[in-house]
């Protein structure tokens, strides 16, 4: 599986089987995008960065590293400290992906403007 950012300063390969998606509501995923955060995930040393000149990161308030691309704005990735996987915003996957919405989480957070409730899949 491969994927980038808009402007394709930073491109990347997925070596491992990524997780199906999880649509995040919280503030700081809201934040990053327009409305939520929707993210696979895969074990670190699956995810091989094959561009990364416009790659930039900080760390959010909660200590996760947040990466996009300088250039552009796109989302890429989040991690934490101590975690076995990395997270990869599905909106950079190149299709096919093959991945479908597992479940959306924190909807306590969502912003007053969302709909209230998400069928599952």
């Known amino acids: 599986m491969t994927g980038g950012c808009?402007?394709?300063?930073?491109?990347?390969?997925?070596?491992?089987?990524?997780?199906?998606?999880?649509?995040?509501?919280c503030s700081l995923c809201r934040r990053s995008g327009t409305l939520a955060g929707a993210y696979t995930a895969v074990?670190?040393?699956a995810l091989v960065l094959t561009s990364d000149a416009t790659l930039a990161?900080?760390?959010?308030?909660?200590g996760r590293e947040?990466?996009?691309?300088?250039?552009c704005g796109s989302t890429l990735f989040w991690s934490a400290e101590g975690r076995e996987t990395i997270s990869v915003?599905?909106?950079?996957l190149d299709?096919?992906?093959g991945?479908?919405?597992?479940?959306?989480?924190?909807?306590?957070d969502a912003a007053d403007w969302e709909p209230p409730t998400y069928d599952p899949p």
């Open 43 to 45: 074990p670190r040393s």
């Open 95 to 97: 299709d096919p992906t």
């Open 99 to 108: 991945l479908h919405t597992e479940r959306h989480i924190h909807l306590e």
């Open 6 to 25: 808009l402007c394709g300063g930073v491109r990347f390969e997925l070596t491992a089987p990524a997780r199906n998606v999880l649509v995040c509501h």
């Open 57 to 62: 990161a900080y760390l959010d308030p909660n």
């Open 89 to 92: 915003s599905a909106g950079a």
């Open 66 to 71: 947040r990466s996009f691309c300088r250039s």
